[in-house]
């Protein structure tokens, strides 16, 4: 298996409902440094899991979406935008780009995908799954 | 699958036996960077993996029993004290704390878990496994 | 010169006032991985430039009158909360617990203080100062 | 499931062909920062994955083919010397060392390697795959 | 003292005449990752230390000038291309970016600046200097 | 001021004698990852502060000298080897090398070291100063 793996980050103001979140139910906010891990088991007719600059591209465009907000005001998102809630919405998103043909035609070969946060020195969370 | 991952460290002292160990035989030590990584196929209702101020005191725990010690003298471990070893130590022990539930009734849902020991900037060891 | 230095991190929501700042005038976030390095001529009798566990509980205990918090609200900052602004608050705050004695009576020759907030894998802002 | 991972790099100069690498199609170079992570379900009687001695003499003695070279002059290496590509070239001149006996003679019992080859502190690149 | 650091980073070909070089007296290349930290005893009226995007923007901008080439063909490049060099001719050159107003008026306020290039995980060079 | 830094690491075991220590008064050890920092105002004729690969063989010989050891048992070592006490102890060491022509002639030109110890994700300490 092949693997390429983008970073990018985003700074987002929230708050979280539920006791088991403690002060974390107050506005705060959180800078989430993000790596997008594409995996395959062939490389294509270049030698490349996908085209990184397209990768690089798409997942700041997913992120911009996300970008110097207050998420408890986006509409796109319900529920708690925990750290896990928002790997699996830029998974989500990421795959519908890929879907979409935003990292080339090629990139329907992706097998998986691997979106990581890294939230502070001392934690993250993440989603991953199969494409096809 | 979703991932949390929670980190700290311990700083203890150790000797491993075998001629494989070269200079290791001698009594030195090390500080292990500890990632302990939760995961599981689905959320629970409050949209998290598990309770990370749960799961970062399970670990702190766990890794109290360790922390400034010589390892050559604690008679829980038997045999030598690789950071594999250690890796399953830590893990069994964060397993235990688990179905304890010491980090929630919620967390009985984690399917597996990773720890990773980072010894130096050029070497870590972990151990992974099914907790159900 | 000796230095010691000791890491934590903060989790805060702010907005930021004057166009230079674009997206970032709307309410946000950051993680602020807080580094603070305390640095003096000559060693204590221990051997140390200071007590680390009452350091690293100075730091936490300064980083948790910002944490989890939306800034905009906090009536003891005034104007932007940018991060060199926040680096000053924060080397102001650990200096006045020098002061008071809080890192223990030797903390007093500690000379200088250097607060670096790391907000990303590409941006960091900080604060240095002499202490006498 | 056990691993051990041990690092080091190599700096190269390179060109890759095909419209898809823009201005990396000129003659260029890198750093790669190379992680090798060796798996195994159960450590032998030393209690480890791989002597990690052995382990980084190999990395280091596959590496030393690769490093301080111009990889468009190098005859071993036909097409493309993406980031991918060179990951499965040195995952299998790790595989060939293990399987020569190079590592020892358990390591003939690690089932699985993963070679990650960090280009940038945005970008990385890797290979996974069974040995037996 | 206030400090402001932006990263980014280049990967170039070169080589370096000097037995002292070694084996990097063959054409090879690297992976710079580039830290440029503005320095200045005040702040602006918006709390800043320098309009980070603009400082961005001209680190990008003087290492555009250098990235995906083979400095040895660089006809703005005198003598070996070390990783000190190369971090003098980055500092000129941005220093040259704020005297020409580009960082924006009020960055003529800088001190002084710090360019740091990692070239590898063991290694990394740099210069600094007063701009005034 | 220029400045070049290389990257090796020790494990140790040691106690600390002095109530400020805490745990750490039993026997125990850490891992140090330590960076040697070389500054100089010019570089020498080849374009570089020091021979790298000299600068990266003296810190590996001073390591070597403190490397798998019970520094409670090395009479080299008076009183406590605190993480700023090692710091120093390296400093002299490779002050005395730079000093014995091991890092070269033109060494004679470095102006200041600075050594730091990291010796977790969360603490480090260091000694610099000048050299002529």
Redesign the interface.
Known sequence: ?????????I????S?R?E?????Q????????VDAEFRRAD?DV????V???LA?TALHDVLAGL????LDEDPSLA???????L??VIFDRVAAAIRAGRL?ADAANIESLRV?LN???????????RLK
């Not at 700074?11 to 929230?14: D, E, K």
């Not at 939230?119 to 799954?129: I, L, N, P």
């Open positions: 298996m092949y693997t390429v793996t983008v970073r990018d980050h700074m987002i103001a929230h979280l539920g088991v979140f403690g002060p974390a107050k506005l705060h906010g959180a800078t989430y440094v490389l270049n030698g490349i899991v085209d990184i600059g690089t970008n110097y907000r207050n529920g708690n935008t925990t750290t896990e809630v790997a699996r080339g990581t939230e502070s020195h001392v934690a993250s969370a993440g989603y991953e799954g």
